[in-house]
């Protein structure tokens, strides 16, 4: 029987019964288990680079769970000849819930109430304006997969949608043609792009001056697309309302004065973690395997 190991947590109960019972997943192999090994599900944080292929020279396919592959040495597959599988799609309703989800925590004040009450000041409650998804402006940079459900579940609330991406086809009610466009209308910014040369800190100081005083901006793309210096000093200064990050560079990040600041939500890079979407992305991954070892063409790759 072939073996296929996971490198990083994989849930056996979900990948073993599809990839059958000719393939037997090892959720904690040994060194003798990854030598022998035709396919590997490897976990985000799992750094799988040259030397790690030359510990597995039976090795066919590498399934990543997500579709990040920093840590995936791309070249020493292609030189081996080994399809890396990705699994678009299997987060993208738990990455826009969360985009959401930070949206809701900063307008809604829901950090610095708790704070007041969780410290008996009940009378100063009506201190904090409590802010409103509803009649509000969304602006999506990036309209793919994630920013598409994004904006269906902002209509849902009753907002406007505004979307750039020059990528993708966007609803002409909703497209705009540039970001300053958008980050000047938007009440709340967030983010889906990849990160390339070109978007790096795409959320610097100029952007953040053009930003609509107020505005709430939420990362959960990737930590780089945002200058944390910038926002800080945009956070300082009133321009920038709230800030919600799930990612960040590096990660786990060093601590940044920003973190402290009661407008600021953070999570650790989890939003697309879901039970759900966890679920699935093991299922996606571990077809994706089967698929290859079948000699088929897996639903997407990264090379």
């Known amino acids: 029987m072939q073996k296929v190991v996971g490198l990083g947590s994989v849930e056996t109960a979900a990948v073993q019964p599809i990839l059958g019972p000719d393939l037997h997943f090892i959720e904690n192999p040994t060194d003798q288990?990854?030598?022998?090994?035709?396919?590997?599900?490897?976990?985000?944080?799992?750094?799988?680079?040259?030397?790690?292929?030359?510990?597995?020279?039976?090795?066919?396919?590498?399934?990543?769970?997500?579709?990040?592959?920093?840590l995936v040495d791309l070249t020493a597959a292609a030189e081996r000849g080994i399809p890396v599988v990705i699994t678009p799609g299997s987060n993208t309703n738990a990455v826009a819930e969360g985009a959401i989800g930070h949206a809701l925590h900063l307008l809604k004040r829901l950090g610095p109430l708790t704070k007041l009450v969780r410290e008996g000041n009940w009378n100063n409650r009506t201190s904090y304006a409590v802010g409103d998804l509803e009649n509000q402006t969304i602006g999506i940079i990036?309209?793919?997969?994630?920013?598409?459900?994004v904006a269906q579940l902002a209509i849902a609330f009753g907002m406007k949608v505004l979307a750039y991406d020059p990528f993708a086809q966007i609803p002409a009610e909703s497209a705009v043609d540039s970001i300053e466009d958008l980050a000047a209308r938007a009440d709340v910014v967030t983010l889906?792009?990849?990160?390339?040369?070109?978007?790096?800190?795409?959320?610097?100081?100029?952007?953040?001056?053009?930003?609509?005083?107020?505005?709430?901006?939420?990362?959960?793309?990737?930590?780089?697309?945002?200058?944390?210096?910038?926002?800080?000093?945009?956070?300082?200064?009133?321009?920038?309302?709230?800030?919600?990050?799930?990612?960040?560079?590096?990660?786990?990040?060093?601590?940044?004065?920003?973190?402290?600041?009661?407008?600021?939500?953070l999570t650790p890079h989890v939003m697309g973690l879901s039970i759900q979407s966890t679920r699935q992305t093991f299922i996606d991954a571990a077809q994706g395997v089967r698929d290859v070892i079948d000699g088929r063409t897996p639903r997407a790759t990264a090379n």
Do not use: W
């Open 192 to 265: 889906h792009v990849p990160l390339t040369d070109q978007t790096h800190h795409l959320v610097n100081a100029e952007l953040l001056a053009k930003f609509k005083p107020g505005a709430v901006l939420v990362n959960c793309g990737r930590g780089s697309l945002v200058d944390q210096d910038a926002a800080y000093e945009a956070l300082q200064a009133g321009r920038l309302g709230g800030l919600g990050l799930d990612v960040f560079d590096p990660e786990p990040p060093e601590h940044h004065p920003l973190f402290d600041h009661e407008n600021v939500v």
């Open 33 to 70: 288990d990854i030598a022998d090994a035709v396919g590997a599900i490897v976990r985000a944080a799992f750094r799988f680079d040259s030397a790690q292929f030359d510990a597995m020279p039976k090795l066919k396919v590498v399934a990543r769970t997500g579709v990040g592959t920093e």
């Open 142 to 149: 990036g309209f793919g997969r994630i920013g598409r459900r």
